[in-house]
């Protein structure tokens, strides 16, 4: 995908992560991300990111434009993002 997409399930584990998410948000990772948990791989993640990923699983679709976020390295990255629930197969949400 040209821009960056991650899957997670209800433990916020990885489902599947494009190559340009591992690129912006999981520099230093090696190999795939399936089954590694985000606030791993992502430590110094922000309370509000938290909050807005406990949203989406609790089955709210929310977005946002131009916000902030500072990589591992101390960067600022001004973002475009949403989180949109999936269902599984059974329709429950994945």
């Known amino acids: 995908a040209p821009i960056p997409i991650a899957m997670f ?3 916020m584990n ?3 992560a494009s190559s340009r ?3 912006t948000f999981a520099q230093g990772h090696k190999g795939s991300l399936v089954g ?3 606030y791993d791989v992502v430590p110094n993640l922000h309370e509000r990111w938290r909050q807005a ?5 609790a089955g709210e679709s929310i977005s946002a434009t131009s916000d ?11 973002l475009d993002w949403a989180i949109e629930p999936w269902l599984k197969p059974d329709g ?3």
């Open 68 to 78: 902030p976020w500072t990589s591992q390295d101390g960067h600022t990255i001004w």
């Open 92 to 94: 429950h949400r994945g």
């Open 53 to 57: 990923h406990r949203a989406g699983l």
């Open 21 to 23: 998410w591992v690129q």
């Open 14 to 16: 990885y489902v599947a």
């Open 36 to 38: 590694k948990n985000h």
């Open 9 to 11: 399930d209800t433990e």
